[in-house]
């Protein structure tokens, strides 16, 4: 198995041990040992019907509309972990950095998804007071519990693929479909700005990471593969609401 370094070369990776992955290695970076491990379900989240079908303007209203209801429902969570990661960041630059994308979800995001939700035809009380799905709840936990139990490190291993996921199926995007929501939705995660974030992110996850002890180098790949797991599971439960009941509360 390889992964490959910034500038496209293969590099073998040692699925047991980050530390033997990096010897020898000196552009070897943990958040590419870690995408690798989380395969097949890293390729899953990104090539699935899901974004394809978004991608190509196909995909129906009312899998859409489940799908931005349920998102609505998780970022709001998501808020609250970059505000965990705010206090834990060890710089007042790294700070600066996760409050200003805060910003921006709680801004800008979130008047997209009130454009979106009137244009679909959403009631206010269908995105105010959802029903989750349980692979939401199963979203919601993991976050929680990475900022409640970890530390920076934890917060980060489950921050970075749910943001670095939709950064890469945005920017193979080739086209900019109609509605304006589905188009959109792709802009807000394939512009410059958003692009060079997660790049920081994952800056920040290898240097986390390269200074780990081994425990806790395993502790955050399997926190970032059950992030992985659950974004497959959550573009899937936009078309069937139960495809996620099996997922439960895992130990990390």
């Known amino acids: 198995m ?6 496209g070369t293969d590099v073998p990776v040692d699925f047991e041990t980050y530390a ?56 709001e969570t998501l808020v609250g972990t970059f505000g965990h990661a705010v206090g834990e960041a060890p710089t007042m630059p790294a700070k600066s950095q996760l409050v200003t994308f ?4 709680t801004a800008e995001e979130n008047d997209y998804f009130e454009r979106s ?10 995105y105010t007071n959802p029903e989750t799905t349980a692979t939401t709840r199963a979203f919601q936990d993991v976050l929680e519990r990475a900022a409640r139990e970890g530390g920076y490190a934890e917060t980060l291993a489950v ?3 749910a943001e670095w996921i939709y950064r890469e199926w945005a920017t193979a995007a080739d086209a900019s479909p109609e509605p304006f929501y589905l188009g959109e939705w792709i802009d807000l995660h394939a512009n410059e700005g958003f692009v060079a974030f ?31 797991e659950l974004e497959v599971a959550f573009f899937e439960s936009a078309y069937d609401a139960d495809s996620g009941s099996n997922l439960g509360e895992k130990e990390w």
């Open 2 to 7: 390889t992964t490959q370094r910034s500038d």
């Open 117 to 126: 939700f009137d244009a679909l035809g959403v009631a206010e009380e269908a």
């Open 20 to 75: 033997t992955a990096a010897e020898g290695a000196e552009d070897a970076r943990f958040t590419d040992w870690l995408r690798a491990r989380a395969e097949p379900q890293w390729s899953a989240a990104i090539e699935g019907r899901f974004t394809e079908e978004l991608i190509e303007g196909t995909i129906a209203d009312d899998v859409y509309s489940r799908y931005l209801i349920q998102d609505y429902v998780f970022v």
């Open 198 to 228: 997660v790049d920081w992110l994952r800056e920040e996850l290898d240097r986390e990471g390269a200074a780990a002890s081994g425990r806790r180098r395993a502790r955050l790949d399997r926190l970032f593969r059950r992030t992985v």
């Open 159 to 161: 921050l970075v693929p």
């Open 102 to 105: 805060m910003e921006s979800l």
